[in-house]
T-cell receptor, first 111, second 119 residues
Framework: DAKTTQPPSMDCAEGRAANLPCNHSTISGNEYVYWYRQIHSQGPQYIIHGLKNNETNEMASLIITEDRKSSTLILPHATLRDTAVYYCIVRVNNYGQNFVFGPGTRLSVLP | GAGVSQSPSNKVTEKGKDVELRCDPISGHTALYWYRQSLGQGLEFLIYFQGNSAPDKSGLPSDRFSAERTGGSVSTLTIQRTQQEDSAVYLC?????????????????FGEGSRLTVL
């Protein structure tokens, strides 16, 4: 079972920041938070991951609360091509662990 | 190749026939995952390989499903006596290492999937 909860859908205006929340209240100390997205008819794409510090890369920023029970993925300037299903996953850092995908959040970027 | 390669990209078969789906992971990636995604649904985990062994087969939906991996590289997912409910996109992903480790971020790289339609 997925260990995360996300809103089923969100809208965002083109050019504005998209803030996608994720709750993971039962996260363990050795579990990382990963974000992936899936654009229609394509395989999922890695976005970013983190353990406890905030992270930023060329695609997005990841803000993890101090208690690590929730996080927010931020797309700073959303474009129409960012319309996709966004998945938040928690996973232990070792080879034996699967990535469990929940239903995710369907983000629609509107012109 | 540069990415995860899956074949065939599309497969239409008749109910009761066997099908084989192939996944060629990124060179050097030791971990390989199979998922399936039915129309409008999320990703369903099927099986995971570390090298040639499969420590987690918990997601295989029935004994009609099997998978193998040889040489720590190519993997084949076989579905015997296909049923209409097997129709889905079958996705393969590979990974090089664990998050925070010296050999990679632990992220998954997905192929474009094999779309299976059982008539």
């Amino acid at each position: 079972d997925a260990k995360t909860t996300q809103p089923p859908s969100m809208d965002c205006a083109e050019g504005r920041a998209a803030n996608l929340p994720c709750n993971h209240s039962t996260i363990s100390g050795n579990e990382y938070v990963y974000w992936y997205r899936q654009i229609h008819s394509q395989g999922p794409q890695y976005i970013i991951h983190g353990l406890k510090n905030n992270e930023t890369n060329e695609m997005a920023s990841l803000i993890i609360t101090e208690d690590r029970k929730s996080s927010t993925l931020i797309l700073p300037h959303a474009t129409l091509r960012d319309t996709a299903v966004y998945y938040c996953i928690v996973r232990v850092n070792n080879y034996g662990q699967n990535f469990v995908f929940g239903p995710g959040t369907r983000l629609s970027v509107l012109p | 190749g540069a990415g995860v390669s899956q074949s065939p990209s599309n497969k239409v078969t008749e109910k009761g026939k066997d099908v084989e789906l192939r996944c060629d992971p990124i060179s050097g990636h030791t971990a390989l995952y199979w998922y399936r995604q039915s129309l409008g649904q999320g990703l369903e985990f099927l099986i995971y390989f570390q090298g040639n062994s499969a420590p987690d087969k918990s997601g295989l939906p029935s004994d009609r499903f099997s998978a193998e991996r040889t040489g720590g590289s190519v993997s084949t997912l076989t579905i015997q006596r296909t049923q209409q409910e097997d129709s889905a996109v079958y996705l393969c992903a590979s990974s090089s290492g664990v998050a925070g480790g010296p050999r990679g971020t632990g992220e998954l790289f997905f192929g474009e999937g094999s779309r299976l339609t059982v008539l």
